[in-house]
């Protein structure tokens, strides 16, 4: 069946955001969802930012939204936290037992390029817990790790745990099926190609910012005309890898940092197949970093970043200084760029693209709740990298090739 799209201003959805919203606030009692707040006046941005909160969750209790529109970043911050209550709560057949054990009787991923943990405990013989999706590469069942499907950190955690890298990463809801799988594919690129740039060295880096004053979009231009108005400087690095999907990184940083306020850089990432899109994305979720400190809705981010007044002040400086001292050498339309009206040709896109680089299986966990009717998904691609801040984290085989390179 052909899946059109119907909302195409800073995201694709099936349904305009208002819809997608109405949708969605139906199930909010039975997901423990209780508050929707508008926080985007506590920043100068005028960047639409909102936080929704979960006040029992098993990992985050506050999700955050972002959007060219306060409708879009409402929706943008109900859907996350209706994805992270899926995954906290799963009710499908799991499977207790070794690696051995499974491959025996039943198709099981790749688990040697799976993400996993430094000093982690897992081998062949680990009796751990199974989870089953479907190799959509392939069209078959396959197991995988339950660790990295589940989002319920409460402890103790399940048997065998600690192997695999447990993090949100592929974790994705929408408004139809496609619609998920595309922003959990573009979420695992983007990921990949995060990582991959910062394992370059600092010259192959300058070469991939952006001239600002070659971005063609209005969206983005309104954005970035958002950002002019309130003094903020913007810095936009190309993030494309060899997958071909367009990808951008942006870092914001008050030009006159102010001893009052004192905001150290924040920084967005985003990807998709319309380059304007990965860079609406990259550029509102800066502006939702930003709003995420002011807040202090995340505490695990304010711990691993403990910077005082006077530091957040130093860094802002230098940061800003090491901006104006290179200058962008790269075009925002030397990005690829693929539009389509349907989220098939997307999703067909995407799963040609990560195939291409060796890619092998893209295993699609459907968490879905028949009742509630939001689909969401968890997607696994075994050789895509994570973001390599993750605690633990230990390069697979194409950060190990992008080291190489770089010691080269």
């Not at 979960?54 to 972002?66: E, F, M, T, W, Y």
């Not at 062949?124 to 089953?132: G, K, V």
């Not at 065998?160 to 099926?177: K, V």
């Not at 995060?194 to 969206?219: E, G, K, M, N, Y």
Request: proline share 8%.
């Amino acid at each position: 069946m052909t899946v059109r799209k119907h909302a195409l201003a800073g995201t694709h959805r099936l349904i305009p955001p208002a819809e997608t919203l109405e949708r969605a606030r139906r199930v909010m009692p039975e997901l423990g969802i209780t508050r929707i707040a508008n926080v985007t006046g506590l920043d100068t941005l005028g960047i639409p930012v909102v936080m929704v909160v979960r006040p029992n969750a098993r990992s985050l209790s506050v999700s955050q939204g972002k959007g060219v529109t306060l409708e879009a970043a409402r929706a943008s911050g109900l859907m996350e936290a209706i994805e992270f209550a899926h995954a906290e709560h799963i009710d499908q057949p799991l499977r207790l037992g070794s690696l051995e054990e499974l491959r025996a009787t039943c198709p099981v991923v790749d688990v040697s390029l799976l993400p996993r943990r430094d000093r982690g405990p897992f081998s062949p013989h680990l009796r751990t817990l199974w989870i089953a999706g479907v190799n959509v590469l392939e069209r078959r069942p396959t197991w995988v790790p339950y660790e990295l499907v589940h989002m319920d950190y409460t402890l103790p955690l399940p048997p065998g745990s600690g192997s695999f890298l447990m993090s949100s990463n592929g974790l994705a809801s929408g408004n139809h099926p496609l619609e998920a799988l595309n922003h959990a594919l573009c979420e695992l690129i983007e990921r990949d190609a995060t990582t991959r740039f910062r394992f370059s060295s600092d010259a192959a880096q300058r070469q991939l910012r952006v001239d600002l004053s070659t971005v063609d979009d209005p969206d983005c231009r309104e954005l970035l005309e958002r950002y002019e108005r309130a003094g903020v400087e913007v810095a936009v690095w190309e993030l494309t890898s060899d997958i071909g999907v367009a990808a951008f990184s942006c870092v914001i940083v008050d030009r006159d940092p102010d001893p009052s306020r004192p905001l150290g850089p924040m920084g967005g990432i985003g990807c998709h197949p319309c380059r304007a899109i990965a860079l609406s994305r990259a550029l509102t979720e800066a502006a939702q970093s930003r709003l995420t400190v002011i807040t202090g809705a995340r505490d695990d981010l304010l711990h691993q970043n403990v910077w005082t007044p006077e530091e957040n002040l130093a860094l802002a400086r230098k940061r800003r200084d090491e901006l104006a001292a290179h200058p962008p050498e790269r075009s925002f339309r030397d990005a690829p760029d693929f539009r389509s009206e349907t989220f098939n040709e997307d999703a067909a896109f995407l799963l040609e693209h990560v195939r291409a680089v060796g890619v092998r299986e893209v295993i699609v966990v459907d968490l879905t709740r028949p009742h509630l009717g939001i689909p969401v998904v968890r997607v696994i691609a075994p050789g895509l990298e994570p973001l390599n801040d993750i605690p633990g984290y230990v390069p697979g085989p194409r950060a190990s090739r992008w080291l190489r390179e770089r010691a080269s």
